[in-house]
């Protein structure tokens, strides 16, 4: 594949529905499609309202939405500011572009920009490519931590009690 010129630019308001698309396609690869409850109007308001919870960037190609990358500030009690990568996603027909790379250099330099004391994110165990991408930066990918979470339901189950 002949690689074509791409951009990468902060995400606007504008971009959610093309983002969310992105979303969803991961979901397909990760194999849980059914666990995406987050709709484009819930991240325009969590994005783009009054008190944004994250970042956004795009790579857009020919007017094109074909990745993104999502992060926010994440607070460690043994580190201070850490950005957390939430997800970086390019569409499957755009990889192997570098598009992945310049995503996540752009969330590097956001750390760096930022004044974070670093940059951290998850990794399925299984995703080999993905884990050998990051592998190429060195990173410093740690299985000794198992994740942990709480949904709203089973929260507010555990309060009805």
Partial sequence: MIANSFSIR???AEDIPAVH???CELAEFERAPHEVINTPQQML???FGS???YQMWV???NENIVGMAICYTRYSTWKGRMLYLEDIVVNDQYRNQCIGRSLFETCMQHS???NFAGMIWQVLDWNVDAIRFYNRFNA???NGWINGKL???EIERYFSK
Wanted: hydrophobic letters at 40%.
């Fill in 51 to 53: 008190s944004p919870v």
């Fill in 10 to 12: 902060k995400g606007s």
């Fill in 140 to 142: 410093d990918l740690d």
């Fill in 112 to 114: 760096i920009d930022g």
């Fill in 151 to 153: 949904m709203r339901q």
């Fill in 21 to 23: 698309r992105l979303i």
């Fill in 45 to 47: 308001a969590d994005g």
């Fill in 59 to 61: 790579a857009e190609m």
